[in-house]
Nanobody, 117 residues
Framework: QVQLVESGGGSVQPGGSLRLSCTASGDIRAYNMAWSRQAPGKQREQIAHITSSESTTYAASVKGRFTVSRDNAVNTVYLQMSNLKPEDTAVYLC????????????WGQGTQVTVSP
């Protein structure tokens, strides 16, 4: 029954930074969380993952530029994006799952990020 809402998207120039938030309607401390993105003409790409114990992994396309974190006290997961590139333009979505689920059970609606000169 937990719902997710993304915020913080917008337009930025290449090289700029943006911080996305994913706020849940309830307790997510037991959830593994992930950020994915969907660009026109491309498949959805999972770009960042953070476990309930705060272990993180990243897709090669964003490694070194993006940082995922969480604050369970406010039921929020963050995605700090730096050195943004035009190819980062996409709708960014967050999702959650509880072990041992193999699928992402809850999803937000997404927030648009546009990177252009």
């Amino acid at each position: 029954q937990v719902q997710l809402v993304e915020s913080g998207g917008g337009s930025v120039q290449p090289g700029g930074s943006l911080r996305l938030s994913c706020t849940a309607s309830g307790d997510i401390r037991a959830y593994n969380m992930a950020w994915s993105r969907q660009a026109p003409g491309k498949q959805r790409e999972q770009i960042a993952h953070i476990t309930s114990s705060e272990s993180t992994t990243y897709a090669a396309s964003v490694k070194g530029r993006f940082t995922v974190s969480r604050d369970n006290a406010v039921n929020t997961v963050y995605l700090q994006m730096s050195n943004l590139k035009p190819e980062d333009t996409a709708v960014y979505l967050c999702a959650g799952r509880i072990w041992p689920s193999a699928s992402w059970d809850i999803w937000g609606q997404g927030t648009q990020v546009t990177v252009s000169p």
